[in-house]
Nanobody
Framework: QVQLVESGGGLVQAGGSLRLSCAGP????????MAWYRQAPGKQRELVAG???????SYRDSVKARFTISRDNAKNTVYLQMNSLKREDTAIYYC??????????????WGRGTQVAVSS
């Protein structure tokens, strides 16, 4: 049973912006770090950004200063604002939740993903 639902993906030109959203039940949001992963064709899934319950954030180097993760615990929603998009950002983006993501742990919950395609 899918408990996290992503939205906001699409096709955008290089240099453009997209905002992804992920909604889920409060039981998950209230007790887990939330994160965004992505998987490009032929590549392994990678952690893009994470945000703890208290708001501490972490980003992979390639998206720092371009992407911003945030969470609204009252709405049980996590966001990923993506600016200055590049072709190499093209991937399926997955929302995930887990207690130890920022320390290297695996998520306990996953969404089904949303496609982001960046054209030149």
């Amino acid at each position: 049973q899918v408990q996290l639902v992503e939205s906001g993906g699409g096709l955008v030109q290089a240099g453009g912006s997209l905002r992804l959203s992920c909604a889920g039940p409060g039981t998950i949001f209230s007790s887990n770090t939330m994160a965004w992963y992505r998987q490009a064709p032929g590549k392994q899934r990678e952690l893009v950004a994470g945000i703890s319950i208290g708001g501490r954030t972490s980003y992979r180097d390639s998206v720092k200063a371009r992407f911003t993760i945030s969470r609204d615990n009252a709405k049980n929603t996590v966001y990923l604002q993506m600016n200055s998009l590049k072709r190499e950002d093209t991937a399926i983006y997955y929302c995930a939740a887990g207690p130890q993501i920022l320390s290297g742990g695996s998520p306990r919950y996953w969404g089904r993903g949303t496609q982001v395609a960046v054209s030149s």
